[in-house]
C-alpha cells in the first residue's frame, strides 16, 4: 500500500500541493483534476523523480525516498512528455 501523508509542495511562494493524504492499495487509479491543480507534481512524487515540502509518501509503511531503487524497481512511470541528454548512452542514462 502507497501513503501520501500531509504531503506538500512548495515552488517559492508558490503551492503546488497543499497537505494531501491519500491511500492506495492494489489497483488502477486515475487521478482527475483541473489544469494546475497538482496532479503530475504529485505522480513525480510518487516516482522519486521530486521530494515533498512536507510530508511523506511511503510504501508498506517505509519512506519511499529511503527505499532508493528497491522502491523504484516496482514502478512503472512512462510521462507523456520526457527530457533525456541527446549525447548519452543508455549506460550513462543508468548512472543518473
Same mark, same amino acid.
Given at each position: 500500500?502507497?501513503?501520501v ?7 517559492g ?9 491519500? =491511500? ?6 486515475? !487521478?482527475?483534476?483541473?489544469? %494546475?491543480?497538482?496532479k503530475?507534481?504529485?505522480? $513525480? ?24 531503487? =528497491? ?6 512511470? !512512462?510521462?507523456?512528455?520526457? %527530457? ?6 543508455? $549506460? ?5
Amino acid at each position: 500500500m502507497i501513503v501520501v501523508k500531509d504531503v506538500s509542495k512548495q515552488y517559492g511562494s508558490f503551492s503546488a500541493l497543499n497537505r494531501i493524504n491519500l =491511500e492506495f492499495s492494489n489497483g488502477v487509479y486515475g !487521478l482527475l483534476a483541473p489544469n %494546475g491543480a497538482g496532479k503530475t507534481t504529485l505522480i $513525480k512524487m510518487m516516482a522519486t523523480l521530486i521530494s515533498p515540502s512536507q510530508g511523506e509518501i511511503l510504501y508498506n509503511g517505509r519512506n519511499i525516498f529511503d527505499m532508493g531503487e =528497491e522502491y523504484r524497481s516496482l514502478l512503472g512511470y !512512462l510521462p507523456q512528455q520526457f %527530457g533525456f541528454y541527446k549525447n548519452y548512452s543508455p $549506460k550513462q542514462f543508468w548512472h543518473i
